[in-house]
């Protein structure tokens, strides 16, 4: 079992950044890959960026240049770095683990992002 809980969401102007945080109940060192998702209004969840927990990322053509993905397995945390928000950001950002022995996967309660254009 594993628990994911996101924080750093918030309101911010179009060109500003955010950084997002997710904390693991567990090692992340058995939790790969590890993910953020994001589900606008009306829209269905999609990828924003994954990373495994040998580092190997993979980004949304939408974000690449402008998000960066990393973890500090020390505080079993992956963060989301934001910049050059735009106005299609806007979404709730959920955090995602699969959880490596098991192959079972979880996900965080959301945090919503807002970028006022």
């Known amino acids: 079992q594993v628990q994911l809980v996101e924080s750093g969401g918030g309101l911010v102007q179009a060109g500003g950044s955010l950084r997002l945080s997710c904390a693991a109940s567990r090692s992340i060192f ?45 505080r079993n945390t992956v963060y989301l770095q934001m910049n050059s928000l735009k106005s299609e950001d806007t979404a709730v950002y959920y955090c995602n683990g699969v959880l490596s022995h098991s192959g079972m996967s979880y996900w965080g309660q959301g945090t919503q992002v807002t970028v006022s254009s």
């Open 30 to 74: 058995s939790i790969s890959p590890m993910g953020w998702y994001r589900q606008a209004p009306g829209k269905q969840r999609e990828l924003v960026a994954t990373i495994t927990s040998g580092g190997s990322t993979n980004y949304a053509d939408s974000v690449k240049g402008r998000f960066t993905i990393s973890r500090e397995n020390a």
